[in-house]
């Protein structure tokens, strides 16, 4: 009979006060047992010892706006740093060009952290990013970060826009033409024309219903018809999702101005007279926004 080199009690399980418990364990098995834990739990910490190295040591790249909401005639300020970069290696702030949103180098960066004051850019949403290379070769790059770039858009554009969107409406025009009337002494250049009803039940002439919306403020413009009473009014007035109403009145004669902040989400432009349904009320507006068409 073969004798083998050593002995062993095979493992079995018994019932005892309804739990179940190991009988016996021979002590070659735990000596394997423990040798193969010993290898893996050395092969694990050595894993784990590795990926903390690359995760806390390894390359990386940050970027952060001063102001990442602001004018187009404002040149933004940016604070980047960089760290873990073997010798020799650069930085260049890259951001995205054109409808494919191509990634290309903007500027060249001063050592490895800093600000620095770049070019100003149009109207539009912009992203960026800081690149790190050498001799050439990108080693890595920063999350992106988005740049809200606000301008200048007449009420027109959006009543343009509406033809090709149809979360836009704007009322009440002449084919978005503007035209002119004497309010008072004054010539008033108007887009919308409204005779509209009293204070308790508004008429709305502009409607941006999109989710998302990319005007920050609404400056309106308004007047009331030389022939209205002249204890009369009229009312302008924007309501938002998110937000009390804004409005305010104008009398007879008169041009008035309004200055109201919108908060990214769908917005109304309502129309009103003390006198409804009898006197004209002639508005136009601009907006400050960062896409042409108010939308987000």
Not at 53 to 81: C, D, M, Q, W
Not at 218 to 247: R, T
Request: hydrophobic share 35%; glycine share 8%.
């Amino acid at each position: 009979m073969t004798t083998t080199p050593y002995s062993c009690t095979i493992i079995s399980l018994a019932k005892e006060d309804g739990m179940s418990r190991f009988h016996r364990a021979g002590p070659a098995i735990f000596a394997v047992a423990a040798a193969a834990a010993l290898v893996l739990g050395s092969a694990s910490s050595a894993a784990a010892s590795d990926h903390g190295a690359r995760k806390g040591h390894g390359p990386a790249a940050s970027l952060s706006f001063k102001h990442n909401r602001i004018s187009s005639s404002t040149k933004p300020v940016i604070e980047y740093k960089a760290s873990g970069l073997p010798a020799g290696a650069k930085l260049e702030l890259q951001r995205t060009f054109g409808t494919a949103k191509v990634w290309k180098d903007v500027t060249w960066l001063k050592g490895h952290n800093g600000t620095k004051t770049i070019a100003s850019v149009r109207l539009g949403l912009y992203s960026y990013r800081i690149k790190v290379y050498k001799q050439h070769k990108n080693i890595v790059f920063s999350p992106a970060k988005a740049l809200y770039s606000y301008g200048r858009i007449q009420l027109a554009s959006l009543c343009n826009a509406q033809y090709n969107h149809s979360s836009i409406d704007v009322y009440d025009t002449n084919n978005c033409d503007t035209q002119t009337v004497q309010v008072g002494g004054n010539i008033f250049t108007y887009l919308i024309e409204d005779t509209p009803p009293g204070w308790t039940s508004t008429d709305t002439v502009v409607k941006v219903s999109g989710k998302s919306t990319s005007c920050r403020s609404i400056s309106i413009q308004f007047g009331l018809d030389n022939n209205a009473g002249s204890s009369d009014k009229a009312y302008v007035q924007v309501i938002q999702a998110a937000g009390n109403p804004q409005s305010t009145s104008v009398a007879e004669g008169s041009i008035g101005s309004a200055y109201f902040k919108l908060d990214g989400g769908p917005w109304y432009l309502n129309l009103a007279t003390s006198n409804a349904y009898t006197d004209n009320e002639y508005v136009n507006a601009y907006l400050s926004c960062w896409s042409p068409t108010g939308l987000g």
